[in-house]
Nanobody, 124 residues
Framework: QVQLVESGGGSVQTGGSLRLSCTTSGDTVNTMGWFRQAPGKEREGVASWNSFPDTSYADSVKGRFTISQDNAKNTLHLQMNSLKPEDTAMYYC????????????????????WGQGTQVTVSS
C-alpha cells in the first residue's frame, strides 16, 4: 500500500504561482504525477514523473508547470507559474507501481493510488 499526502493548494490571481507537494509512504512507486478535475469535467493528467527518470506534461501546462521529485524526502513537487483561471480545479497526487507516462491525459494502465486532493483557485 501507498499513502499520498498533498499540500500547497490555495487561491491566487491570474499570473500568480503556487507550489504543490505530495509526500509518499509505503511501497515503492515508479511513477508519480498530478491530475486535476474541474467541476463538470473529467479528471485529466497534468504532469507526470517516472523513475527512468522522465517527465511528461499536458499541452495546456507546458512551459508553465514543472514537476520535480525529491527522492531523499519521498516528495513530489509541482511548481505552477503563470496561472490562469482555467487552471482552477481540484488537484490530485497520483502514484503507480509500474513506470508510465502521460498519454492523452491518462497513464497507460491507470492509476494505482490517489491522494485526497487539494484545491487550486485562480481568479481573474
Amino acid at each position: 500500500q501507498v499513502q499520498l499526502v498533498e499540500s500547497g493548494g490555495g487561491s491566487v490571481q491570474t499570473g500568480g504561482s503556487l507550489r504543490l507537494s505530495c509526500t509518499t509512504s509505503g511501497d515503492t512507486v515508479n511513477t508519480m504525477g498530478w491530475f486535476r478535475q474541474a467541476p463538470g469535467k473529467e479528471r485529466e493528467g497534468v504532469a507526470s514523473w517516472n523513475s527512468f527518470p522522465d517527465t511528461s506534461y499536458a499541452d495546456s501546462v507546458k512551459g508553465r508547470f514543472t514537476i520535480s521529485q525529491d527522492n531523499a524526502k519521498n516528495t513530489l513537487h509541482l511548481q505552477m507559474n503563470s496561472l490562469k483561471p482555467e487552471d482552477t480545479a481540484m488537484y490530485y497526487c497520483a502514484a503507480k507501481s509500474a513506470r508510465s507516462l502521460l498519454y492523452r491525459g491518462r497513464w497507460v494502465g491507470g492509476v494505482d493510488y490517489w491522494g485526497q486532493g487539494t484545491q487550486v483557485t485562480v481568479s481573474s
